[in-house]
Structure formats: C-alpha cells, structure tokens
C-alpha cells in the first residue's frame, strides 16, 4: 500500500519559512515523480511544484522564486522549502504522485500566514 504523509504546517508569519515534509512508503520512491498541491476553501485545487525522478523541477508562477521543491531518495521523502510567506500562501499543502494508474495523496498539512 502507497502512504504519503505530510508534515511541517503551521502558522508563520508573512515573511517567514517553512518546511513541508512528505514521507512515502510503499513503494521505489526513486522512480516516481513527485508534486505539492494546495487548496484552499472555494479554490480549486493548484499544482505548487513538481520534480522528476530525474529531478527537473517545475512551479507554479506565483512561488517559483520562494519555494525550493526537492527530494531524498535515501529516505524516501519529498520536501518543500517555503520561504518569505504570504497569506496567499495560506491553504492545505498536498503531497502527491501517479503510482500505476492511481493518484496518490496525502491527507494534507495545513499552513497559515498570518500576523
């Protein structure tokens, strides 16, 4: 069975950092590629970034100079570094990824930019 578990939410203040965690199991990480999402309330769900099994990285417009997506293949983990925060940013951040022919979630870490 393929798990995603998110971890690293919380609430920040704009301008700060944060770091998600996503640790997977079930399956060989290292040939997967691997993306974040968010959603908040109202919103349809967005695409933040993605990376290869290769890892060619890709973001969405609004966070590519903010946010750093990278995984360890050794530990079978995906991250994303979130840095200078905005309350846009705010939302339920989703690790994610086609195993066969299924989409993979996770249960989602929530992250609030607020003053």
């Known amino acids: 069975q393929v798990r995603l578990v998110e971890s690293g939410g919380g609430l920040v203040q704009p301008g700060g950092s944060l770091r998600l965690s996503c640790v997977t199991s079930g399956m060989n990480f290292k040939l997967y590629a691997m993306n974040w999402y968010r959603q908040t309330p109202g919103k349809e769900r967005e695409l933040v970034a993605s990376?290869?099994?290769?890892?060619?990285?890709n973001y969405v417009d609004s966070v590519k100079d903010r946010f750093t997506i990278s995984r360890d293949n050794v530990r079978t983990t995906l991250y994303l570094q979130m840095n200078d925060l905005t309350p846009a940013d705010t939302a339920v951040y989703y690790c994610n990824t086609k195993y066969r022919d299924y989409q993979v979630w996770g249960r989602g870490t929530q992250v609030t930019v607020s003053p």
């Open positions: 990376i290869t099994s290769d890892h060619k990285r």
